[in-house]
């Protein structure tokens, strides 16, 4: 699992990483460049509860099956394949449904980077509450 | 006769207790769940989970959840001024079969059951039913964490 290549990016001050099988495309909003609709999009600030205001400049296209789905990021950073970061579960006290796309954490020695299951994320109860509807402005 | 149940219910508890004190609270808890004392750990926070949690650490190759500070300030009706940043010693707890840490100030003493003036009557508990009141030592009241009820709050309850 931790040699697993992951994106790694940053939200609302928080790290996480996505097994890259699930990322599609990422785009630079701030390029200037035309941005393909990719499904629905969903505030995954929202969805985690760690929500903050942002211009968020990054979107994150994701592909799970045969659904597309994508979400803006505060940043994003290289692919990493965490081979020298520690694994850990995610605390078994803590557990809850609420909370099972949140696989475990990579500690690289400075801090805990989420990782997060992109199908749990779909098939949570949270995602359908955290949609973007096309054209919503975004809070 | 009294008495007698009371050294009844005395004989079943731990005989040793870490004392330590969160502001200029005493608090109390069974020596044998205390696993490890460590100072100055960076805690991170999680989403999606209760806000009892501050956040995890890393500790011996696991994500240790950490019991927020507020818990036991909030029963104590306590208010941490926010220049004093929250408590830098961390013990961690053997409960519910993991590993809890908690937060606090400083280690008072590890102390013998016959060392603290027990209460006569029951033992009230505090808001919240996290802490409950349970003697004096050192001329100080003296709190005892109820493991049982901090494992349910951390569990969402």
Redesign the interface.
Do not use: E, N
């Given at each position: 699992m931790a040699e697993q290549a992951h994106l790694v990016f940053r939200l609302a001050g928080y790290s996480f990483a996505l097994d890259i099988r699930s990322v599609a495309k990422i785009h630079d909003l701030a390029a200037g460049t035309e941005v393909p609709a990719w499904g629905e999009e969903l505030d995954l600030a929202r969805y985690f509860g760690v929500e903050e205001e942002s211009r968020r400049p990054f979107r994150v296209d994701v592909s799970v099956g045969d659904q597309a789905w994508c979400f803006r990021a505060d940043a994003v950073e290289d692919i990493q394949g965490f081979g020298l970061a520690v694994v850990l579960a995610f605390p078994p006290m803590l557990r809850t449904e609420e909370n099972r796309a949140i696989q475990g954490f990579f500690f690289d020695g400075l801090r805990f980077i989420h990782q997060v299951d992109a199908a749990a994320i779909m098939s949570s109860a949270r995602f359908g509450a955290s949609h973007l509807r096309d054209g919503e402005p975004r809070a | 006769m009294a008495n007698l149940e009371r050294k009844g219910a005395l004989a079943a508890e731990p005989d040793s207790w870490l004392v330590f004190a969160i502001g200029s609270a005493s608090l109390a808890v069974d020596l044998i769940r205390v696993v490890e004392i460590q100072e100055g750990r960076d805690i991170?926070?999680?989403?999606?989970?209760?806000p009892k949690?501050l956040g995890?650490a890393?500790w011996r190759?696991?994500?240790?959840?950490v019991l927020s500070p507020a818990v036991f300030e909030e029963a104590l009706g306590q208010v941490r001024p926010q220049v004093a940043g929250r408590p830098e010693l961390l013990a961690v707890l053997e409960m519910?079969g993991?590993w809890?840490g908690i937060l606090f100030d400083r280690i008072v003493r590890v102390v013998r059951t016959e060392e603290i003036e027990l209460r006569e009557e029951p033992n009230p508990l505090l808001q919240s039913g996290v802490l409950e009141l349970w003697g004096r030592y050192r001329d100080h009241a003296l709190y005892r964490l109820n493991l049982e009820r901090i494992?349910e709050r951390?569990?969402?309850g």
């Open positions: - | 991170f926070p999680v989403p999606l989970v209760t949690i995890a890393y190759d696991q994500a240790l959840p519910g993991g809890l494992l951390v569990r969402g």
